[in-house]
């Protein structure tokens, strides 16, 4: 596809694109994505297939991968930021009344528990 803009437009964009450290390519495609709400696309790899090829090598991949993400909807932003807190939530959920701190390996030296909390009071 070809578009042509003024030169004082053609200017503008170069600067708006160069500004946010993306070539025209990225740059349209990230405005285009923004519009249309298109989720990130999976692009292939960039560097080695698993063939031990570098065919599918992009130089532009990461620019791409910044303007997907700084161009993202709040909607996006907050599902992404449902699916980390859920992805971080603890495999094992502990028993009502048990305390983080009780199942926690202790190290310690040859103190006896009565010597720590005496250190501790006088500490307070």
Do not use: C, H
């Not at 971080?88 to 009344?97: A, E, R, V």
């Amino acid at each position: 596809m070809i578009v042509t803009f003024s030169p004082e437009v053609e200017k503008r964009v170069l600067a708006t694109a160069a500004k946010k450290g993306l070539d025209l390519n990225a740059y349209f495609l990230s405005l285009v994505q923004k519009d249309w709400e298109l989720p990130l696309s999976l692009e292939p790899s960039n560097g080695i297939d698993s063939n031990g090829n570098g065919e599918d090598y992009d130089p532009d991949a990461l620019n791409r991968m910044i303007a997907s993400l700084t161009n993202r909807t709040i909607e996006q932003k907050r599902e992404a930021r449902e699916r980390a807190i859920q992805q971080s939530q603890p495999k094992i959920q502990l028993p009502p009344g048990v305390s983080v701190f009780e199942v926690m390996p202790v190290i310690r030296g040859d103190e006896t528990d009565e010597e720590v909390i005496a250190a501790l009071q006088e500490l307070s």
